[in-house]
Nanobody, 123 residues
């Protein structure tokens, strides 16, 4: 099982980035996929998830609601995180993770993790 996250970069405040998480070794629809982030000196924070099943329900933490959109393309085994109206507070390493358990943003319920991609938002 592997998750490959990509799409991070340096962007000015107000800009956009799209992160991608490519899954291999398992059926994407059988897992909930979440994005977490970790800023320097801070705990890992859950950002959003899309639950298992073909349709997949979505959830966002309050700090990103209305700005971030999670989606998945099962045919490409890829989950995306479209991030708009980025703020300096969004600066962090972003990780995608896969878990069989019910949709949640509690890290302990996620079994597989990608390597992380750096997002830096300048003011």
């Amino acid at each position: 099982v592997q998750l490959q996250a990509s799409g991070g970069g340096l962007v000015q405040a107000g800009g956009s980035l799209r992160l991608s998480c490519v899954a291999s070794g398992f059926i994407l629809d059988d897992y909930s996929i979440a994005w977490f982030r970790q800023a320097p000196g801070k705990d890992r924070e859950g950002v959003s998830y899309v639950s298992s099943s073909t349709i997949g329900t979505t959830y966002y933490v309050d700090s990103v609601k209305g700005r971030f959109t999670i989606s998945k393309d099962s045919a490409k085994a890829t989950v995306y995180l479209q991030m708009n109206s980025l703020k300096p507070d969004d600066t962090a390493v972003y990780y995608c993770a896969a878990g069989v358990a019910s949709a949640t943003l509690v890290p302990m319920y996620y079994d597989y993790w990608g390597q992380g991609t750096q997002v830096t938002v300048s003011s």
